[in-house]
């Protein structure tokens, strides 16, 4: 947790925060004594910030402004679906600590952090909230959660768009296996009001099956079942849909201006995960 608290999200100029706290550039001035603009003196103005050297050299009353530093909304979306929690794939748990590791940065960083877990709706969220004493009561909110039958996407980030009006930086966790398109749901999560992170969670089964021969499957959702052969020939037309299917995902985000991160569920977090997500530039 120590080496974790040295680095922050990376959150853009763009997004509306509170300019009283926190630790994130924005684009307001404000008067400081650290230097970076000068505007005229007006009456009221704190004379501790006049620049005397230039009163000096042009006659005219000017004050220092500086960049001011603000907090900002984060809203972690985690899917808790029960495809997220299939046997083996542990991309819950990895998810889990994945959502564990950012809220607690915006909690260190003075934040303000909400946590949404969904399923085919929106469930209890923590938060909104800021501040290191919350940290335990979020880990525990994180570790309890219970799997939902079903993943509604689009509708669940829809509402919570709608719901914060403000914008913020948001992060979707997610193994995006929802009927309704990821594209459509990005559609109301646009810039410079948002800035999205879609954290693709993916097990080492989803890329390469280690299964073959006649199988029954089962939706882990839905109940649906499916039987199949999986020879040389399926297994080839299967990775080349999903590696289409991913294609499709990363190219949404793209136009959306969301950054797509795929994760892999046995990835160590501190030895693989953060590192690639401070390479993404999505931590520093």
């Known amino acids: 947790m120590r080496r974790v608290e040295r680095m922050s999200l990376q959150a853009q100029r763009t997004l509306r925060g509170n300019p009283s706290s926190g630790e994130h550039p924005s684009r307001h001035q404000i008067p400081t004594s650290i230097f970076s603009d000068h505007r005229p003196y007006t009456s009221g103005d704190d004379l501790r910030y006049v620049d005397w050297n230039a009163y000096a050299r042009q006659n005219h009353v000017l004050l220092r402004l500086g960049e001011a530093e603000q907090d900002v909304n984060v809203h972690l979306l985690l899917d808790a679906s029960r495809s997220m929690a299939a046997s083996n794939s542990q991309r ?4 889990q600590q994945l959502v564990g590791t950012l809220g607690y940065l ?3 960083h003075s934040d303000r952090l909400q946590i949404v877990p969904f399923g085919s709706a929106a469930m209890p969220a923590f938060g909104p909230t800021q501040g290191k004493a919350r940290l335990i009561e979020m880990l525990r909110f994180v570790e309890n ?12 980030i829809r509402q919570h768009a709608v719901s914060h009006p403000r914008g913020g930086l948001m992060v979707i966790c997610s193994d995006l296996l929802a009927p309704d398109g990821l594209a459509e749901a990005l559609a109301t999560l646009a810039p410079p ?13 989803d890329l390469q099956p ?7 499957l089962e939706d882990s959702e839905t109940g649906q079942r499916m039987e199949i052969i999986l020879d040389d020939e399926t ?9 289409h299917w991913r294609e ?6 793209t136009r959306r201006g969301a950054t797509y991160a795929p994760i892999m569920s046995n990835w160590p977090l501190e030895q693989q995960v953060v590192p690639y997500l401070r390479s993404r530039r999505l931590l520093h």
């Open 92 to 95: 819950m748990r990895r998810a």
């Open 235 to 243: 297994l080839a037309a299967y990775r080349k849909s999903v590696a």
């Open 248 to 253: 499709g995902l990363a190219k949404a985000c």
């Open 106 to 108: 915006a909690l260190a």
């Open 210 to 216: 280690s299964t073959e021969g006649p199988l029954e």
């Open 193 to 205: 009001r948002w800035q999205v992170l879609v954290l693709h969670m993916l097990s080492p089964d």
């Open 145 to 156: 959660l219970t799997p939902q039958p079903a993943t509604s996407l689009t509708a669940v």
